[in-house]
């Protein structure tokens, strides 16, 4: 768990708002007792998620793949080649969704916007540097031009939602 106190409390409201600003039907499906804390969620997202993106192309249709997630700092970080359909996607319409599914376990629904962390040209985001190590240190360092071949992106959520009925079936024994 990267998160600070700050973090874990804005992630809690995120999660509090979006819940309760759902429809009826949704939070049939998802209520309190069926979802987890900022806490829980940052304890059982550790390591690398895969995550459904999806993107919109210039005609408005919808395109999902595939993705590594990593969740730091209560939000999703992605990255692609930076000649993939998604980054054109990504460049020129930022908004975005994702959902990680571990059967019918855990289900972590998000929308918002894509922000790029390493730019070609322009500053990098405050963030890339502390990101990068974290990415390195998961996949080792030289897998490829980390600036040149793939882009990162922080998928900064405006709403989230986790659906998770048995949360002690998902948490990491205290310690761990």
């Known amino acids: 768990m990267r998160e600070t106190a700050a973090e874990l409390q804005e992630l809690q409201e995120l999660l509090d708002r979006s819940l309760a600003g759902s429809t009826g039907h949704l939070r049939s499906i998802i209520s309190p007792a069926r979802t987890l804390t900022a806490r829980q969620l940052t304890r059982v997202l550790e390591g690398m998620c895969t995550l459904t993106l999806a993107t919109?192309?210039?005609?408005?249709?919808?395109?999902?793949?595939?993705?590594?997630?990593?969740f730091l700092h209560g939000a999703w970080i992605f990255g692609t080649a930076r000649t993939?359909?998604?980054?054109r996607h990504l460049a020129a319409r930022p908004a975005a969704s994702?959902?990680?599914?571990?059967?019918?376990?855990l289900g972590v629904f998000v929308h918002g916007r894509a922000e790029e962390l390493n730019?070609?040209?322009?500053?990098?985001?405050?963030?890339?540097?502390?990101?990068?190590a974290h990415l390195q240190a998961h996949y080792g360092?030289?897998?490829?031009?980390?600036e040149r071949e793939v882009v990162y992106y922080r998928l900064r959520p405006h709403w989230m939602t986790v659906f998770a009925p048995d949360a002690d079936a998902l948490l990491p024994p205290a310690g761990a």
């Open 56 to 70: 919109v192309t210039a005609s408005g249709e919808p395109r999902v793949s595939g993705v590594d997630g990593h």
């Open 98 to 105: 994702a959902s990680h599914l571990r059967g019918e376990a």
């Open 141 to 146: 360092a030289d897998l490829f031009d980390w």
């Open 84 to 87: 993939a359909a998604k980054a």
């Open 119 to 132: 730019p070609l040209t322009g500053p990098v985001d405050p963030a890339w540097p502390e990101t990068l």
